[in-house]
């Protein structure tokens, strides 16, 4: 028997062929997002945490660098400045030598922490230094000292 000219075999063919290959290309993307979504996720929680080391230790340095400069015509407050320069310095080099050991919870206390210094800084530019000097009455001591010295009570 001869295939009859209107046959449509050809027309079952390219649509089977095109059903197996959209079925593999929803797979491949299937495939591909389950890999590439979690990938990409974890990719930027890492660079997150990096951007967030960066950060913190740019402001850091920013505080150090403000105190390191502070000038004040208010009395004992360029010392105060100076004291918690000093202390920051060692915390400086530390920060700078185990930066990739400080997980995220420990970034956002230092945060934290830094923002406590930015506040103390605009204490110390407005209201001057915390510390007070304490002016003594040596008169009454004095007094003390002269009766013992002279026997009198």
Known sequence: MNKPDFSANFKKD???????????????????????????????????????RQEMIGRFDVIRRYFLRFRSKREYAEEEAKILANSLTPLADYLRQYQYQIQLKDIEEIDSAISGLYEFYNHLHKQGAYSSNLKLNNGKF???LEKEMTGTH
């Open 142 to 144: 004095i007094k003390i």
């Open 14 to 52: 390219y649509i089977a062929y095109s059903a197996v290959v959209i079925f593999f290309m929803i797979i491949s993307f299937e495939l591909f997002i389950a890999v590439f979504i979690p990938a990409h996720l974890e990719i930027e929680g890492v660079h997150g945490q990096e951007v967030a």
